[in-house]
């Protein structure tokens, strides 16, 4: 019932700096709680951050605080990922993700119900 697209995604230099944008389409957007994950070649899918449904809340992983954000409007049904500083452990595919669970930030995959197709994003030395 929600149809997530990533885009942004790209080869950018270490230090440099990309933006990811998920766009929504389907049920109300402001009712979920949507998420940026990634999945490295050959490792699990991990969380990244993630913000509540009201834009209240937010959480990131330990490995992107202080250089990625996260943040959402929802009057355009579209979520973003700011990423600074970028070092070459952030090479991975990103995947935008909504979860009908309404309470706090969740982090683990398993809680989210529908996931975008996922942009590469590549970090050179």
């Known amino acids: 019932q929600v149809q997530l697209v990533e885009s942004g995604g790209g080869l950018v230099q270490t230090g440099g700096s990309l933006r990811l944008s ?3 389409s389907g049920r109300t957007f402001s009712s979920y709680g949507v998420g940026w994950f990634r ?3 050959g490792k699990e899918r991990e969380f990244v951050a993630g913000i509540s449904w ?3 809340n937010t959480y990131y992983a330990d490995s992107v605080k202080g250089r990625f954000t ?3 409007d929802n009057a355009k049904n579209t979520m ?3 990423m600074n500083s970028l070092k070459p452990e952030d ?3 990103y995947y935008c993700a909504a979860t009908q669970v309404r309470v706090g930030v969740r982090i683990n ?3 989210y119900d529908y996931w975008g197709q996922g942009t590469q994003v590549t970090v050179s030395s």
């Open 80 to 82: 973003y990922l700011q």
């Open 22 to 24: 998920c766009a929504a």
């Open 91 to 93: 090479t991975a595919v």
């Open 109 to 111: 995959p398993s809680e």
């Open 54 to 56: 009201n834009g209240i």
């Open 70 to 72: 996260i943040s959402r």
């Open 39 to 41: 999945q490295a070649s």
